[in-house]
């Protein structure tokens, strides 16, 4: 569907109270197959956000964000209080409440063919999941995907989601003239456990399966197996089985760090913690009590944990990048080892 022609119905005041800061919307849409959701779909004005901070020309100065807001509903999302910056005060709407930017290829490729883009390497997958579910309604991503392609522009691209899979050709396609750099984010392999502290994700062995795709596609592709749940997912056991699966789905590195819980987050965690787990609930407040990252010793323990796993079945690291929290860019000519100190951001 193409959206530049579409018309901007007005934005009465009042007609979504509390929404003042979404801009340029075109209509509200609560789909049956969606139960409890609700999308505002938007006319956005650029496609491209600058990284605060970063340099021109170094990865990632640049991310695309088609979505914002994300079903996946992990209940450790680093990005859900950035949805009070739409007045959304609940920090439950960021699963339920999304943004569809619903003419972003469009206003993308306008921006990509401006004589001053440097073809910088953009990152998809750092604020929301640009394959969460409604992705399979919109098809936002083929005409982002055919846009970077035609401009030669690399990506990085970080997701949850299996409808990554549909994409793959064009994937291909951008990878014929740079790199493309693919993670899959799977953290938990207790079935149970994912269905409570990622509602809205697809299963292990489904990402597993896209990330084979991936590979068969001729695609490099790693796994994000973060954040690491502290008395949830750090047995021995659970790594051990989380890496020989990895390893089988073929990937091309793996990335992992422990669990951090940011403001805006931190409470919202250990609320769920508390209704799920109460018997953790003394241990997660010992550990965070001084900031958002798990204690140096907790995080040390871990590496001598994992580190012989990875080796055990053949896996190697790979490196994130500081800026964005994605998969650190070839095109940057550095693939260095993750470093154990803790990542500014994670999936
Ligand atoms: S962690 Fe990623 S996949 Fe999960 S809700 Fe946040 S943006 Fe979505």
Same mark, same amino acid.
């Given at each position: 569907? $193409? *959206?530049?022609g579409q018309q901007l119905e007005a934005e009465a005041p009042g007609a979504l109270p509390g929404l003042a800061r979404v801009h340029g919307l075109v209509r509200t849409s609560r789909p049956p197959e969606f139960a409890g959701m609700t999308f505002y779909e &938007?006319?956005?004005k650029s496609a491209l956000n600058k990284v605060p901070g970063s340099v021109p020309g170094t990865p990632y100065a640049w991310t695309i964000n088609p979505y914002r807001g994300c079903s996946h509903a992990c209940v450790y999302c680093f990005a859900r209080p950035t949805h009070r910056?739409?007045?959304f005060d609940d920090p439950g709407a960021f699963d339920a409440e999304v943004v569809v930017k619903v003419n972003v290829g469009d206003v993308l490729r306008t921006e990509l063919a401006k004589p001053s883009w440097t073809r910088s390497p953009v990152a998809l997958g750092t604020n929301t999941d640009p394959y969460q579910r409604a992705e399979g309604r919109y098809r936002l991503m083929p005409r982002v995907l055919e846009a970077l392609a035609d401009s030669g522009t690399p990506v990085s691209l970080l997701t949850k989601g299996t409808l990554l899979r549909r994409d793959l050709p064009l994937l291909a396609r951008i990878a014929e003239h740079g790199p &493309?750099?693919?993670a899959m984010s799977v953290a938990v392999f207790d079935p149970e456990l994912q269905a409570l502290v990622e509602p809205g994700t697809p299963t292990a062995a489904a990402r597993l399966a896209t990330v084979r795709a991936a590979r068969e596609a001729g695609l490099e592709c790693g &796994?994000?197996?973060m954040p690491v749940l502290p008395y949830l997912t750090d047995t021995t056991a659970h790594l051990d089985a989380a890496l020989a699966a990895i390893a089988e789905a073929g990937a091309s590195y793996v990335v992992w760090t422990a669990l951090h819980l940011k403001p805006g987050v931190r409470q919202w965690y250990l609320d769920w913690l508390h209704r799920h787990f109460p018997q953790h609930d003394a241990a997660y407040r010992r550990m965070y009590a001084d900031g958002p990252y798990a204690p140096k010793a907790y995080r040390r *323990?871990?590496?001598e944990r994992i580190e012989p796993l990875l080796t055990?079945?053949?896996? $190697? $690291?790979?490196?994130v990048d500081d800026t964005t929290g994605t998969t650190r860019s070839r095109s940057a000519g550095i693939v260095q080892a993750v470093a154990t100190a803790p990542q500014p951001t994670l999936f």
């Open positions: 569907m $193409r *959206w530049s &938007v006319l956005a910056y739409l007045d &493309v750099d693919l &796994v994000f197996l *323990w871990l590496a055990k079945h053949g896996l $190697r $690291r790979g490196a």
